[in-house]
């Protein structure tokens, strides 16, 4: 199994009900990474995730636009993350003491 099987393998294991085009958006990103690079596969496919609902599914660059703060940031739209996280059957959610180290780039 290469890295982007293993990688989409985790995936579809962390959020079975992420659409085909989303689960590929979310694969490239993870592989795209730099910081990701060298993680384990289940953890590249979650951090990558995390990071691709933030960036597409809530007001997070929005907010950042507007002079907020990463952290300020991340507070204010981390219900949103984790009702999408949820819609695509992740039972793990984001809290609000976690960190995600992947760099906060755009999707």
């Known amino acids: ?21 989303e689960s590929e958006a ?4 993870a592989l ?4 990701l690079r060298n993680a384990r596969p289940d953890n590249a496919a979650w951090l990558a995730l995390v990071a691709y609902a933030r960036h597409v599914f809530t007001e997070y660059d929005d907010l950042l636009a507007d002079g907020y703060d ?5 507070h204010f739209v981390l ?17 609000e003491e976690e960190s995600a180290p992947e760099e906060d780039e755009a999707p």
Do not use: H, I, K, Y
């Not at 290469?2 to 659409?19: C, G, I, K, S, T």
């Not at 979310?26 to 990103?29: F, G, K, Q």
């Not at 990463?70 to 991340?74: N, Q, V």
């Open 79 to 95: 219900d949103d993350l984790n009702a999408a996280l949820a819609e695509w059957g992740s039972r793990r959610r984001v809290s």
């Open 70 to 74: 990463r952290d300020s940031a991340r």
């Open 1 to 21: 199994m290469n890295r982007r099987e293993a990688v989409a393998a985790a995936l579809a294991q962390l959020a079975p009900r992420l659409p085909a085009f």
């Open 32 to 35: 795209a990474s730099p910081g």
């Open 26 to 29: 979310v694969t490239d990103r």
